[in-house]
């Protein structure tokens, strides 16, 4: 299966804005891209979707270039409620099978 | 709306034992998961059903691990016998339908074999 990948950490302070990629060069042709917020001893839980170019909704954005080989989940003025570790979730080209990234543990400090 | 309920949230046992986890989808969702999540890990797909119905279990190690939603609804995943290496958060999650749609997750099942 082709590997979605993410960075392993990121630190930010509140009210700033945090972008957090990743890579999936082996996305379905037809499949959207997922982001989920997990936290510790909780199951994930949807934040955005889209397909290309930009979404946006009420807690983030969701950036895709035309080649849809990476995105970028965009969090604005963060806060410290948004310590946790972020997933991305796509579906895999040859296998189509849904591919969870390596995660990103985001932690804000005050 | 009630969410998707799991239980138990935790289990111990020992390596060679039986254990199996029940998970309760949303009202009305087709769709049904299950992940495993290794700790620092993200989720992987098990399986997962369309009604009663398996659409993928490519990833499920089915000389130990089983799984069933009898009726469409509920939905059980067993593991006979167990390893250490199964020492895991086992994620069931729904959605209205298969394919893009939102995943609402349960807390999980936390499994440590000894």
């Known amino acids: 299966l082709a590997k979605t990948t993410q960075p392993i950490s990121m630190d930010s302070y509140e009210g700033q804005e945090v972008n957090i990629t990743c890579s999936h060069n082996?996305?379905?042709?037809?499949?959207?891209i997922t982001w989920y917020q997990q936290f510790p001893s909780q199951g994930p839980r949807f934040i955005i979707q889209?397909?290309?170019t930009k979404v946006t909704n009420e807690v983030a954005s969701l950036f895709i270039p035309a080649d849809r080989k990476s995105s970028t989940l965009s969090l604005p003025r963060v806060s410290l409620s948004d310590t946790a570790v972020y997933y991305c979730?796509?579906?895999?080209?040859?296998?189509?099978?849904?591919?969870f990234g390596t995660g990103t543990r985001l932690q804000v400090f005050p | 709306e009630a969410g998707v309920a799991q239980s138990p949230r935790y289990k111990i046992i020992e390596k060679r034992q039986s254990v199996a986890f029940w998970c309760n989808p949303i009202?009305?969702?087709?769709?049904l998961y299950w992940y495993q999540q290794i700790l620092g890990q993200g989720p992987k797909l098990l399986i997962q059903?369309?009604?009663?119905?398996?659409?993928?279990d490519s990833q499920l190690p089915k000389d130990r691990f089983s799984a069933e939603r009898l009726k469409g609804v509920d939905s059980t995943l067993k593991i006979q016998p167990a390893k250490l290496e199964d020492s895991a958060v086992y994620l069931c999650?729904?959605?209205?339908?298969?394919?893009?749609?939102?995943?609402?997750f349960g807390p999980g099942t936390r499994l440590t074999v000894l």
């Open positions: 999650a729904s959605s209205f339908s298969g394919g893009a749609l939102e995943q609402f």
């Open positions: 082996n996305i379905a042709t037809n499949d959207y």
């Open positions: 889209g397909y290309k």
């Open positions: 979730l796509v579906g895999d080209g040859n296998t189509d099978k849904l591919i």
């Open positions: 009202s009305g969702h087709a769709t």
């Open positions: 059903f369309q009604n009663n119905g398996v659409v993928d």
